[in-house]
DNA sequence: ATGCCCACGTA
DNA sequence: CGTACGTGGGCATT
């Protein structure tokens, strides 16, 4: 067998490579928004992935060390015992990258009781014998001793892991002077600090690789020792055991028992879904394609598991789609393709059980809306992926749908809320491990055929079984009680919109853009020259070196220039400059609100939103496109902007309502603390209450100051709020947050029994729940890395409590929705806590009371959930 | 063009 | 060293 011909086999020793990885990376540049530090991951494996593009070995194991002991240490207590303790934010991230690894397909090799460089001995050892060429990969020199002519050892040059230096016995040979079997005869003589192993005073390399030549052994050596001469003589017969056992230590063992042989290491192709998954967690976004392209060879190589072939859907006319959909209770699968916001196609699926599955399909035309119309608008079972976009086609085409069964996306979500999977495509993977066929898109004639509507469908159909076996009974029940219900009302209020006036808001924006200007001007002046306000990184060239103001908190790439360290450095050192760029700040910031959604306005005069059902992790809504949930109210110049969000031509008035302090009542709820129940039992304002319990004084001798450090306190406890942050948030010392934090606890006890046993049941359960069963996964509640665990921990403090009150919004608002179905007013937008409605005329009186009466019963909790009302012509009139 | 960072709006 | 989001400008990168 030539050697091209032979297999190869590489083994890594991912311990060392990736702790050189670890102090080769700056940890600024490789942690994750959560504070996971991800650089000993991201170096070892880009060192990787150039490793496999280069060597293309056929055969691929990943080795580690199990922990510090090994049967080194109970040889030689001392072994290692000088090496500082391994860093916690190193150690985390081993057991990521080996979760990394096994998503890729790579084996990763571990044994108690042993170093993974034993390991690389073993396997390579049983290796050559077994016909491979073998390649080493390791930053422990001690693994030189393995080379030979069929064993290469890779080893990482002092230069950073991504160089490595080959060695070959010729380049061992060179680089020593002697054969590679004998390097631990010189480690031995020399010895190796980094293991703690001393060797023979005033003996280096050099006298090493001398004495062995001259005596042809070791053992020669050592018993010719007091032959040699002068000091270093002396010294190596005053240090013969040391050397016996540095050799016996530095022995790699070459028949650990393994799990695998050496062929059973033939490269396997990666997990696509698994690995984007990780990859995700660790926000590693260029490493993604090396990845894949470096696994590309494998994947072709390895037959795919034989995926169900699509069925070929028959294309149907009207009236046979009708009767198709109509002839069976089967759960069917119904995909629309979308075109211009229009129906372009319609495409049908069943999978019946023992006859396998069939599919039709139709071009949208006025006769299939008809003929479908009626069964759309049934309670008929229907499978939809992505639904809502498919429904508000449906809307604009006329047609209702009713039956809505399953939305795999919204499954998938609830699952795994942290990481959804974004299409079906990734279900289709992840659930029946097969490649959705995707049309390319780059190509005018595509090469490979995308799915039809119909086979779509059948795909749907497909992935809901599995998703239904991973559901949590309780999970389940929020999809089909609250977020299927919920699917349908948003697809509607996204189509009707909110009337929005650009009159307003191109007045309002040319007197900021003047404004700003103006402001502008006069911050050139201050300072004597020109700059862009808006450049962070111009402001700090002004700010820190040429005015010399002192330094404010750090950032990424600098100094902050937030809003709240301005008003710091404003105290701390007068100029005008910082009141003008405040200002201008303000100026801009409304103005580009204003702006973007000035032109959002469709020409119907309205603005729709999308809200996304997956956006959050807790269960919450978002919105984008524009996002309709933060518009600015707290300045009385920024309602102005609420003032332009108008009741439509034909409506009477807007009506919003909201929840006041859902999340507080939620969190008496959970807690049963029966202060705080009591509070929201008495009606009293709420903080004036709690700050008299607090304070120790009536009611209504809580003085402003103390609402506002009670007010602090009750909202930071859903966050999670730490002394700390409570100092900062009311510029009071840490010393009076903590006296604080004790009085408020003393009073309301359970709340903080509450907490901390919320989250020591995450820790158990791995996940937390809200009131109706929503749960959100936390597994870094249990991660050595303390900010990781202590971010996650406050996380999971707020998800029942934020998830519980988004829960009980989205009852209120898709019973609403329902309850509205026969008048013509209509739910325009919902803002976590609040709902607008646009009520039509003659309509108030049984809108406002449905209202009322849905947001006040939509949850039964030991406290009353209190709803304001305010009507008005537009949305700053209606919050009055 | 694309992606990251900063800053800032909401509940 | 307080949760959950989305947007837009600047700026470095491709």
């Given at each position: 067998?030539?050697?091209?011909?032979?297999?190869?086999?590489?083994?890594?020793?991912?311990?060392?490579?990736?702790?050189?990885?670890?102090?080769?990376?700056?940890?600024?540049?490789?942690?994750?928004?959560?504070?996971?530090?991800?650089?000993?991951?991201?170096?070892?494996?880009?060192?990787?992935?150039?490793?496999?593009?280069?060597?293309?070995?056929?055969?691929?194991?990943?080795?580690?060390?199990?922990?510090?002991?090994?049967?080194?240490?109970?040889?030689?207590?001392?072994?290692?015992?000088?090496?500082?303790?391994?860093?916690?934010?190193?150690?985390?991230?081993?057991?990521?990258?080996?979760?990394?690894?096994?998503?890729?397909?790579?084996?990763?090799?571990?044994?108690?009781?042993?170093?993974?460089?034993?390991?690389?001995?073993?396997?390579?050892?049983?290796?050559?014998?077994?016909?491979?060429?073998?390649?080493?990969?390791?930053?422990?020199?001690?693994?030189?001793?393995?080379?030979?002519?069929?064993?290469?050892?890779?080893?990482?040059?002092?230069?950073?892991?991504?160089?490595?230096?080959?060695?070959?016995?010729?380049?061992?040979?060179?680089?020593?002077?002697?054969?590679?079997?004998?390097?631990?005869?010189?480690?031995?003589?020399?010895?190796?600090?980094?293991?703690?192993?001393?060797?023979?005073?005033?003996?280096?390399?050099?006298?090493?690789?001398?004495?062995?030549?001259?005596?042809?052994?070791?053992?020669?050596?050592?018993?010719?020792?007091?032959?040699?001469?002068?000091?270093?003589?002396?010294?190596?017969?005053?240090?013969?055991?040391?050397?016996?056992?540095?050799?016996?230590?530095?022995?790699?063992?070459?028949?650990?028992?393994?799990?695998?042989?050496?062929?059973?290491?033939?490269?396997?192709?990666?997990?696509?879904?698994?690995?984007?998954?990780?990859?995700?967690?660790?926000?590693?976004?260029?490493?993604?394609?090396?990845?894949?392209?470096?696994?590309?060879?494998?994947?072709?190589?390895?037959?795919?598991?034989?995926?169900?072939?699509?069925?070929?859907?028959?294309?149907?006319?009207?009236?046979?789609?009708?009767?198709?959909?109509?002839?069976?209770?089967?759960?069917?699968?119904?995909?629309?393709?979308?075109?211009?916001?229009?129906?372009?196609?319609?495409?049908?699926?069943?999978?019946?059980?023992?006859?396998?599955?069939?599919?039709?399909?139709?071009?949208?035309?006025?006769?299939?809306?008809?003929?479908?119309?009626?069964?759309?608008?049934?309670?008929?079972?229907?499978?939809?992926?992505?639904?809502?976009?498919?429904?508000?086609?449906?809307?604009?085409?006329?047609?209702?749908?009713?039956?809505?069964?399953?939305?795999?996306?919204?499954?998938?979500?609830?699952?795994?809320?942290?990481?959804?999977?974004?299409?079906?495509?990734?279900?289709?993977?992840?659930?029946?491990?097969?490649?959705?066929?995707?049309?390319?898109?780059?190509?005018?004639?595509?090469?490979?055929?995308?799915?039809?509507?119909?086979?779509?469908?059948?795909?749907?159909?497909?992935?809901?079984?599995?998703?239904?076996?991973?559901?949590?009974?309780?999970?389940?029940?929020?999809?089909?009680?609250?977020?299927?219900?919920?699917?349908?009302?948003?697809?509607?209020?996204?189509?009707?919109?909110?009337?929005?006036?650009?009159?307003?808001?191109?007045r309002f924006s040319g007197e900021l853009g003047t404004r700003a200007d103006a402001i502008a001007q006069e911050a050139y002046a201050a300072i004597g020259r020109e700059v862009n306000l808006g450049?962070?990184?111009?402001?700090?060239?002004?700010?820190?070196?040429?005015?010399?103001?002192?330094?404010?908190?750090?950032?990424?790439?600098?100094?902050?220039?937030?809003?709240?360290?301005?008003?710091?450095?404003?105290?701390?050192?007068?100029?005008?400059?910082?009141?003008?760029?405040?200002?201008?700040?303000?100026?801009?910031?409304?103005?580009?609100?204003?702006?973007?959604?000035?032109?959002?306005?469709?020409?119907?005069?309205?603005?729709?939103?999308?809200?996304?059902?997956?956006?959050?992790?807790?269960?919450?809504?978002?919105?984008?496109?524009?996002?309709?949930?933060?518009?600015?109210?707290?300045?009385?110049?920024?309602?102005?902007?609420?003032?332009?969000?108008?009741?439509?031509?034909?409506?009477?008035?807007?009506?919003?309502?909201?929840?006041?302090?859902?999340?507080?009542?939620?969190?008496?709820?959970?807690?049963?603390?029966?202060?705080?129940?009591?509070?929201?039992?008495?009606?009293?304002?709420?903080?004036?209450?709690?700050?008299?319990?607090?304070?120790?004084?009536?009611?209504?001798?809580?003085?402003?100051?103390?609402?506002?450090?009670?007010?602090?306190?009750?909202?930071?406890?859903?966050?999670?709020?730490?002394?700390?942050?409570?100092?900062?948030?009311?510029?009071?010392?840490?010393?009076?947050?903590?006296?604080?934090?004790?009085?408020?606890?003393?009073?309301?006890?359970?709340?903080?029994?509450?907490?901390?046993?919320?989250?020591?049941?995450?820790?158990?359960?791995?996940?937390?729940?809200?009131?109706?069963?929503?749960?959100?996964?936390?597994?870094?509640?249990?991660?050595?890395?303390?900010?990781?665990?202590?971010?996650?921990?406050?996380?999971?403090?707020?998800?029942?409590?934020?998830?519980?009150?988004?829960?009980?919004?989205?009852?209120?608002?898709?019973?609403?929705?329902?309850?509205?179905?026969?008048?013509?007013?209509?739910?325009?937008?919902?803002?976590?806590?609040?709902?607008?409605?646009?009520?039509?005329?003659?309509?108030?009186?049984?809108?406002?009371?449905?209202?009322?009466?849905?947001?006040?019963?939509?949850?039964?909790?030991?406290?009353?959930?209190?709803?304001?009302?305010?009507?008005?012509?537009?949305?700053?009139?209606?919050?009055?």
């Amino acid at each position: 067998m030539t050697d091209s011909a032979k297999p190869t086999l590489l083994v890594v020793d991912g311990h060392s490579l990736a702790y050189r990885a670890f102090y080769a990376l700056p940890v600024d540049n490789f942690t994750t928004k959560d504070g996971q530090h991800t650089n000993g991951i991201y170096g070892f494996l880009s060192m990787f992935v150039n490793l496999l593009k280069a060597e293309k070995p056929t055969h691929l194991a990943v080795a580690f060390d199990t922990s510090r002991e090994s049967f080194r240490t109970r040889e030689y207590t001392e072994y290692k015992a000088n090496r500082a303790e391994t860093p916690s934010e190193f150690r985390g991230q081993i057991p990521l990258l080996q979760e990394c690894l096994e998503a890729m397909g790579v084996t990763v090799l571990t044994k108690p009781d042993f170093e993974a460089d034993d390991i690389l001995a073993t396997l390579a050892t049983q290796g050559v014998e077994a016909g491979f060429r073998v390649l080493l990969c390791s930053g422990d020199r001690d693994t030189i001793q393995l080379v030979n002519d069929d064993v290469t050892l890779l080893y990482p040059s002092v230069q950073g892991v991504s160089q490595l230096k080959r060695y070959d016995p010729p380049a061992v040979v060179e680089k020593y002077g002697l054969a590679p079997e004998m390097y631990p005869d010189i480690a031995a003589l020399v010895g190796e600090t980094s293991d703690n192993l001393p060797g023979v005073p005033k003996v280096g390399e050099k006298t090493a690789v001398k004495w062995l030549t001259q005596f042809g052994s070791l053992d020669a050596l050592l018993e010719g020792a007091h032959t040699i001469k002068g000091v270093v003589g002396g010294n190596l017969v005053a240090h013969v055991e040391d050397v016996r056992r540095n050799r016996r230590l530095n022995r790699l063992l070459r028949d650990v028992e393994l799990p695998v042989r050496p062929e059973e290491l033939i490269r396997q192709p990666l997990d696509a879904q698994a690995v984007r998954d990780i990859f995700a967690r660790l926000e590693f976004r260029t490493l993604l394609p090396r990845v894949f392209e470096a696994a590309g060879e494998v994947a072709q190589d390895e037959p795919q598991a034989a995926a169900e072939p699509a069925p070929q859907a028959r294309q149907a006319s009207a009236t046979e789609l009708a009767a198709w959909a109509g002839g069976s209770q089967v759960e069917t699968g119904v995909t629309v393709t979308i075109l211009g916001g229009l129906p372009e196609r319609i495409g049908l699926a069943r999978i019946v059980e023992g006859q396998g599955a069939e599919a039709v399909e139709a071009t949208w035309s006025d006769e299939v809306a008809e003929a479908l119309a009626a069964w759309l608008a049934s309670d008929a079972p229907k499978v939809l992926s992505d639904a809502k976009p498919q429904l508000k086609a449906l809307g604009r085409a006329g047609l209702r749908v009713s039956g809505i069964a399953y939305d795999p996306i919204l499954a998938g979500w609830l699952l795994r809320p942290s990481f959804p999977d974004k299409t079906l495509g990734d279900l289709v993977e992840r659930y029946l491990g097969e490649k959705l066929p995707e049309a390319d898109p780059s190509q005018l004639v595509p090469e490979t055929e995308g799915a039809t509507p119909g086979q779509l469908s059948w795909y749907a159909l497909r992935v809901v079984t599995g998703l239904r076996d991973e559901l949590a009974e309780s999970v389940a029940s929020v999809l089909v009680d609250i977020e299927l219900p919920t699917l349908s009302t948003l697809a509607d209020m996204e189509l009707a919109g909110v009337a929005v006036s650009h009159e307003k808001l191109s007045r309002f924006s040319g007197e900021l853009g003047t404004r700003a200007d103006a402001i502008a001007q006069e911050a050139y002046a201050a300072i004597g020259r020109e700059v862009n306000l808006g450049s962070p990184k111009q402001l700090q060239e002004v700010l820190f070196e040429e005015l010399q103001l002192p330094k404010t908190r750090k950032t990424k790439t600098g100094y902050t220039t937030d809003a709240a360290a301005l008003a710091d450095l404003q105290e701390k050192a007068h100029h005008p400059f910082l009141d003008m760029l405040l200002q201008h700040r303000e100026a801009t910031k409304l103005k580009q609100i204003i702006d973007g959604l000035d032109a959002a306005i469709a020409p119907d005069g309205r603005v729709r939103t999308t809200y996304v059902q997956t956006g959050s992790q807790t269960g919450r809504l978002s919105s984008t496109d524009p996002n309709l949930q933060n518009i600015p109210v707290r300045t009385e110049e920024s309602r102005r902007i609420r003032a332009a969000f108008e009741v439509g031509d034909g409506y009477d008035s807007l009506l919003t309502a909201d929840y006041s302090q859902i999340e507080m009542r939620i969190m008496a709820h959970l807690s049963g603390d029966p202060g705080l129940i009591e509070a929201f039992n008495t009606g009293e304002d709420l903080h004036r209450f709690v700050g008299a319990r607090v304070f120790g004084v009536e009611p209504e001798d809580v003085s402003p100051a103390m609402r506002t450090k009670v007010k602090a306190m009750s909202y930071g406890l859903v966050y999670g709020l730490s002394a700390f942050g409570l100092a900062k948030q009311l510029r009071i010392d840490q010393s009076e947050a903590k006296s604080l934090m004790i009085e408020y606890f003393a009073r309301f006890g359970a709340v903080r029994d509450y907490l901390r046993s919320s989250v020591e049941q995450a820790r158990v359960d791995g996940y937390t729940e809200t009131i109706f069963g929503r749960r959100r996964p936390f597994p870094d509640l249990t991660s050595p890395n303390r900010q990781l665990r202590e971010n996650a921990e406050r996380a999971a403090l707020n998800a029942p409590i934020q998830g519980s009150a988004a829960d009980i919004m989205k009852i209120a608002l898709f019973r609403i929705h329902n309850d509205l179905r026969d008048l013509r007013s209509r739910v325009l937008l919902q803002i976590h806590d609040e709902l607008v409605v646009e009520v039509a005329p003659g309509e108030w009186d049984e809108v406002e009371r449905i209202v009322r009466e849905r947001m006040g019963t939509a949850a039964q909790l030991t406290v009353p959930l209190d709803v304001q009302v305010g009507r008005g012509a537009d949305w700053n009139e209606a919050a009055h």
